[in-house]
């Protein structure tokens, strides 16, 4: 059963870098049948989405989000990875990954979420 | 950005009735329009893509319908365990999806 699992600190300083990692059972991102994103739900707000990675490491991002953030791979672990920086308290959300086919498709598995608090 | 809207923010209904939910695209999307439901905690489940067609296990009373800028989610007899937020997204726009704020579905 393909389930997918957020990480990260729950609680990070303004200014600094978060970093996020996403866990897949089920699935083997090495497969090369999806790519995996992450995406974020602002408190009170809809969902946006950071970018998206495929197994090789091709990423293409959210233009609007792109200068602040990189999405890596770990084939071995099976895992993924944000890393987004100069944190804000903007930046307060839920942090979802999920799974898309490639080409212009919806999200078909996600992960359950974790909340990131940006605060001093 | 094709900014998505939905309407209305909150929808009450009761078990058995039918609940039906709006999306509007800023501008077209063609059929590229998904719905998810989203229970608090839980990871968001994939309900409707192509605007009208279901993903593995969605039971038949969910349907939608729509193509261009006007969509619809429709559950037809309402259940327990469909109260929840629903959302809808394009991916019309690559590199550019987008979602809308979700409606939230509560027991009348």
């Known amino acids: 059963q393909l389930q997918l699992q957020e990480s990260g600190p729950g609680l990070v300083k303004p200014s600094e870098t978060l970093s996020l990692t996403c866990s897949v059972s089920g699935d083997s991102i090495s497969s090369g049948t999806h790519y995996w994103g992450w995406l974020r739900q602002p408190p009170g707000k809809g969902l946006e989405w950071f970018g998206s990675?495929?197994?090789?490491?091709?990423?293409y991002y959210n233009p609007s989000l792109e200068s602040r953030v990189t999405i890596s791979v770990d084939r071995s672990k099976n895992q993924l990875s944000l890393k987004l920086k100069s944190l804000t308290a903007a930046d307060t959300a839920v942090f979802f990954c999920?799974?898309?086919?490639?080409?212009?498709?919806?999200?078909?598995?996600w992960g359950p979420g974790t909340l990131v608090i940006v605060s001093s | 950005e094709i900014v998505m809207t939905q309407s209305p923010a909150t929808l009450s209904v009761s078990p058995g009735e039918r609940a039906t939910f709006s999306c509007r695209a800023s501008?077209?999307?063609?059929?590229?329009l998904a719905w998810y439901q989203h229970k608090p905690g839980q990871a968001p489940r994939l309900l409707i893509f192509?605007?009208?067609t279901r993903a593995a296990g969605v039971p038949a009373r969910f349907s939608g319908s729509g193509s261009g800028t006007e969509f619809t989610l429709t559950i037809s007899s309402l259940q327990s365990e469909d109260f929840a937020v629903y959302y809808c997204?394009?991916?019309?726009?690559?590199?550019?999806?987008?979602f809308g704020q979700g409606t939230k579905l509560e027991i009348e």
């Open positions: 501008q077209s999307v063609s059929s590229n």
């Open positions: 990675i495929y197994y090789s490491g091709v990423t």
């Open positions: 997204q394009q991916y019309s726009e690559w590199r550019m999806y987008t």
């Open positions: 192509g605007a009208s």
């Open positions: 999920a799974r898309h086919l490639p080409g212009v498709n919806p999200f078909d598995a």
